[in-house]
């Protein structure tokens, strides 16, 4: 059985040890963070406009009224 290994380290101690790794681990390494970032970005906008408020019927009424909208405004 194996066990995670937990260490207490510091921002300054990573980065020291990032600084040390090759430049194309470094960029490795920077996709990777920036994939995370845009994962929990996405998860907290898809959150935030979550909502059982709109169903499929609400949704084509609106988009049917905004098409007569401009087909009226296309009219002479």
Do not use: G, H
């Amino acid at each position: 059985m194996k066990t995670p290994l937990q260490i207490d380290v510091t921002f300054e101690q990573i980065l020291a040890l990032v600084k040390q790794l090759p430049q194309q681990q470094k960029i490795k390494l920077s996709k990777e963070l920036e994939k995370e970032a845009i994962d929990s970005t996405l998860t907290r906008l898809l959150k935030t406009f979550k909502t059982d408020a709109l169903d499929m019927q609400t949704i084509t009424e609106e988009v049917e009224r905004v098409r007569q909208e401009m087909y009226d405004k296309k009219k002479p």
